[in-house]
T-cell receptor
């Protein structure tokens, strides 16, 4: 089956530093990847849609300069949380729909837990 | 805008059936999904249903869709301890995987021994 990985699985950083999270589709190509944020005991909120070869599309209320997204290839998207603050602490999950699938299935990464001190 | 609602908690005895409910507001939803999230993990797609269907069965899972009432349910037969998780319903417009998913609030299923 299709596998999506995320790295790192967890990260602790100091306030003011930047953190990069990688999302990789291991055995399929994805022209689009989605980045979600999940607060404890809450649902997933879509942050942005990452598009290979073009700019990401951000959801309303998400600061594009704060959350930098780069979709460098058909198998890799990165989310960089710039100048992280404690309120950015969250569980970040990416998903990717295989390019050749038609039934709407998306495969989710295992998530990255970010803690900002 | 889209809104997807679920009850937050459900407790079921082992061996009984679990029924998790979901309501949505967007009548143009094309695909409706059920995802399972175990603690500290990502989401696993359990099943999905196309909006022109009213029922889909897959082993222990049965999905019922009432499009008129915009109500979706997931029934898990013979609930086991391994079914303990948070279950999210989600909807999308086209279902071709490039449309964003709108998730419900999630239902935490607890199994009572």
């Amino acid at each position: 089956g299709a596998v999506v990985s995320q790295h790192p699985s967890w990260v602790i950083c100091k306030s003011g530093t930047s953190v990069k999270i990688e999302c990789r589709s291991l055995d399929f190509q994805a022209t689009t990847m989605f980045w979600y944020r999940q607060f404890p005991k809450q649902s997933l909120m879509l942050m942005a849609t990452s598009n290979e070869g073009s700019k990401a599309t951000y959801e309303q209320g998400v600061e594009k300069d704060k959350f930098l997204i780069n979709h460098a290839s058909l198998t890799l998207s990165t989310l960089t949380v710039t100048s992280a603050h404690p309120e950015d602490s969250s569980f970040y999950i990416c998903s990717a729909p295989p390019r050749d699938r038609g039934k709407g299935e998306q495969f989710f990464g295992p998530g990255t837990r970010l803690t900002v001190l | 805008g889209e809104d997807v609602e679920q009850s937050l908690f459900l407790s079921v005895r082992e061996g009984d059936s679990s029924v998790i409910n979901c309501t949505y507001t967007d009548s143009s939803s094309t695909y409706l999904y059920w995802y399972k999230q175990e603690p500290g993990a990502g989401l696993q797609l359990l099943t999905y249903i196309f909006s022109n269907m009213d029922m889909k069965q897959d082993q222990r899972l049965t999905v019922l869709l009432n499009k008129k009432d915009k109500h979706l349910s997931l029934r898990i037969a013979d609930t086991q301890t391994g079914d303990s998780a948070i279950y999210f319903c989600a909807e999308s417009m086209s279902g071709f995987g490039n449309e964003k998913l709108t998730f419900g609030t999630g239902t935490r299923l607890t199994i009572i021994p």
